[in-house]
């Protein structure tokens, strides 16, 4: 006589199944376990592989450097590559105030990025912080200018300030998925030039004043 109760076979369980009753022991297939350490290899494999993908997400940030005459304004973008399912960051910017002297911070390329995300400490640092409002992680192309900073220039012809990303007083960290990533940069430098000669202007003025000299001499007789 059959009994619908079924066994981890699958199949119709017969009486001789139950344990205590007879033949119970020969008709009851065997159990396969797996080995002891099984759930230790698959959890430790599992965060393993948690911690690999944690470490190969990186975002880096960039400050693009350039050249400005004496007393000119420049503007130093700020970019970003790699950047991916970001949630958050924050870091310092510093520079040389011999160099530069801060005006502004401008051309936010992020959503809830704005004025009051950051903070100027004079004379030469400025801090940013960012979360992503939605809190589900932004993705930009690379090369995407997240911020400028502005500059008025106060150094002397080649001079030179370095735009740098320093821990003090905010910490340099960046979010993927609401877990630290590598916070990857490159610092680019800002160099105050000369101010370039205009050659049409020169040329006029060396016209003007050889004519002036051939009109002089000239009226004395010389020519």
Known sequence: MKNHLYWQTKR?????????????????????????????????????????????????????????SPGGSVSVPITVSDFNDVTSFQFTLQWDSNVLQYSSTGNYGLAGLVGGSFGYLAPNRLTVGWDDPNAVGVTVPSGTTIFSVNFNAVGSPGSS???????????????????????????????????????????????????????????????
Not at 62 to 68: A, E, P, R, Y
Not at 190 to 213: D, R
């Open 12 to 68: 119709p369980l017969l009486v001789g199944d139950i344990p205590g009753s007879a033949g119970a022991d020969a008709a009851r297939p065997p159990l396969v376990r797996p080995p002891g350490n099984w759930l230790w290899r698959t959890g430790g494999l599992a965060v393993a592989i948690l911690c690999i993908a944690n470490a190969a997400h990186s975002a880096v940030f960039t400050s693009v450097g350039g050249s400005v």
């Open 161 to 223: 300030s370095l735009i740098d990303f320093t821990d003090d007083p905010t910490r340099r960290e960046v979010s993927v998925l609401f877990s630290v990533a590598d916070f990857g940069q490159t610092a680019g430098t800002v160099e105050v030039v000369p101010e370039p000669v205009n050659l049409a202007l020169g040329a006029f003025g060396c016209v003007l004043v050889g004519t002036a000299a051939f009109r002089r001499l000239r009226h004395k007789g010389t020519l």
